[in-house]
C-alpha cells in the first residue's frame, strides 16, 4: 500500500501543474494505469447540448475513426455508463458487468462498438460536473487480459475523490465549442430513442424493442414486463416484421441511421421521417 500511495503521490504532484492544459488527460491515464493496468482507457465529456466530446482514446488511430463516428452520433444513448449517469445519476467508479442488463454481451450495440478493442472487463468513473454535463474515465482490459481483481477495483474507488477532483478542476468550467452546426443535441437524441418505433408499433411491442436496444435478453424482458419468454419473442417477431428489420443487428442500424437522418428534431417517432 505504501509504495502505491508514493506513487501516486509523484503522478499527482506531476499533474497538479498542467490543470487546464491539453497534456492533462494523457497524463491522468498515466497516473491511473501507474496504479491499476489496463490496455485501453477512453475520456469522454457529456453535455447536455452537445454531442459527446473525445478527450482522451488510445485506441490505434485507423480504428478510432470507425469505432467513434458511430459512438457520438447516436449509439452512445445505449451505452450502460451514459444510462447509468443520465437515468440514475451514478456516480463515482462503476462497473461495465454491474450496469449492463443482462443479455448486452449479445446485442449488436456490443459487437459494433467493441469489436475493434476485444474488450474483457471495463470499469469506468462518473463524474458529473454539473446538472447537465459529466465526464466517463473508461479503462477497458482486452481479450487476453485477466480481469480486474478486487484489490485494483478497491484501490480505484480509494482515489475516487482525488481523481473527481482533478476532473473538476479540468473541465467543469469549459465550454467547448459545437463541434459542427448540424449537431443533434443529447436530450434530442434520448427523446428519439424514447418514441423510437412508436408510431408503428403497440405499446408492448415499443417496449420490448426499447429493452432489446438497451441489451436485455429475452428472459431479463419477460421478468421485467411479467410476461413469458415465449409472448417477448412474439413481440420481437412482430416488431421486426412491422418495422421491416430480421434481426438485431438490423434493428440496430435501423436506430442508428434514423437518428443520423435527423436534420431537425422536433418529437415524436424518429423513423416517421426516415422510412
Same mark, same amino acid.
Given at each position: 500500500?505504501?509504495?502505491?500511495?508514493?506513487?501516486?503521490?509523484?503522478?499527482?504532484?506531476?499533474?497538479?501543474?498542467?490543470?487546464?492544459?491539453?497534456?492533462?488527460?494523457?497524463?491522468?491515464?498515466?497516473?491511473?494505469?501507474?496504479?491499476?493496468?489496463?490496455?485501453?482507457?477512453?475520456?469522454?465529456?457529456?453535455?447536455?447540448?452537445?454531442?459527446?466530446?473525445?478527450?482522451?482514446?488510445?485506441?490505434?488511430?485507423?480504428?478510432?475513426?470507425?469505432? %467513434?463516428?458511430?459512438?457520438?452520433?447516436?449509439?452512445?444513448?445505449?451505452? @450502460? !455508463?451514459? =444510462?447509468?449517469? $443520465?437515468?440514475?445519476?451514478? &456516480?463515482?467508479?462503476?462497473?461495465?458487468?454491474?450496469?449492463?442488463?443482462?443479455?448486452?454481451?449479445?446485442?449488436?450495440?456490443?459487437?459494433?462498438?467493441?469489436?475493434?478493442?476485444?474488450?474483457?472487463?471495463?470499469?469506468?468513473?462518473?463524474?458529473?460536473?454539473?446538472?447537465?454535463?459529466? %465526464?466517463?474515465?473508461?479503462?477497458?482490459?482486452?481479450?487476453?487480459?485477466? @480481469? !480486474?481483481? =478486487?484489490?485494483? $477495483?478497491?484501490?480505484?474507488? &480509494?482515489?475516487?475523490?482525488?481523481?473527481?477532483?482533478?476532473?473538476?478542476?479540468?473541465?467543469?468550467?469549459?465550454?467547448?465549442?459545437?463541434?459542427?452546426?448540424?449537431?443533434?443535441?443529447?436530450?434530442?437524441?434520448?427523446?428519439?430513442?424514447?418514441?423510437?418505433?412508436?408510431?408503428?408499433?403497440?405499446?408492448?411491442?415499443?417496449?420490448?424493442?426499447?429493452?432489446?436496444?438497451?441489451?436485455?435478453?429475452?428472459?431479463?424482458?419477460?421478468?421485467?414486463?411479467?410476461?413469458?419468454?415465449?409472448?417477448?419473442?412474439?413481440?420481437?417477431?412482430?416488431?421486426?416484421?412491422?418495422?421491416?428489420?430480421?434481426?438485431?443487428?438490423?434493428?440496430?442500424?435501423?436506430?442508428?441511421?434514423?437518428?443520423?437522418?435527423?436534420?431537425?428534431?422536433?418529437?415524436?417517432?424518429?423513423?416517421?421521417?426516415?422510412?
Amino acid at each position: 500500500m505504501t509504495s502505491h500511495l508514493r506513487e501516486f503521490s509523484s503522478h499527482l504532484a506531476a499533474i497538479m501543474p498542467e490543470i487546464g492544459s491539453e497534456r492533462l488527460p494523457s497524463l491522468l491515464v498515466h497516473l491511473l494505469k501507474s496504479l491499476v493496468p489496463f490496455d485501453n482507457a477512453v475520456i469522454l465529456h457529456y453535455r447536455h447540448d452537445k454531442q459527446p466530446l473525445l478527450l482522451y482514446n488510445d485506441i490505434p488511430p485507423v480504428e478510432i475513426k470507425r469505432q %467513434i463516428d458511430t459512438f457520438v452520433n447516436g449509439a452512445f444513448l445505449l451505452d @450502460p !455508463f451514459y =444510462r447509468a449517469a $443520465v437515468d440514475d445519476r451514478a &456516480d463515482g467508479l462503476h462497473r461495465l458487468s454491474d450496469l449492463a442488463p443482462s443479455g448486452f454481451e449479445e446485442t449488436e450495440y456490443y459487437r459494433s462498438y467493441f469489436r475493434y478493442t476485444e474488450i474483457k472487463d471495463e470499469v469506468g468513473f462518473i463524474f458529473h460536473l454539473s446538472a447537465d454535463q459529466f %465526464i466517463n474515465i473508461s479503462m477497458s482490459r482486452l481479450t487476453f487480459s485477466q @480481469p !480486474f481483481n =478486487r484489490v485494483q $477495483v478497491s484501490l480505484l474507488e &480509494d482515489i475516487t475523490e482525488a481523481i473527481e477532483t482533478l476532473c473538476k478542476l479540468q473541465w467543469a468550467a469549459v465550454n467547448s465549442p459545437q463541434q459542427a452546426s448540424d449537431n443533434k443535441l443529447p436530450s434530442q437524441l434520448d427523446s428519439a430513442l424514447k418514441h423510437f418505433g412508436t408510431a408503428y408499433l403497440t405499446d408492448r411491442e415499443t417496449q420490448v424493442v426499447q429493452l432489446f436496444l438497451h441489451g436485455h435478453s429475452t428472459k431479463s424482458i419477460a421478468e421485467r414486463l411479467g410476461i413469458s419468454p415465449e409472448t417477448v419473442k412474439l413481440h420481437r417477431k412482430n416488431s421486426y416484421a412491422k418495422l421491416d428489420v430480421s434481426s438485431q443487428a438490423e434493428l440496430f442500424h435501423l436506430f442508428i441511421d434514423s437518428l443520423a437522418s435527423l436534420s431537425s428534431y422536433s418529437g415524436g417517432d424518429p423513423l416517421v421521417g426516415y422510412l
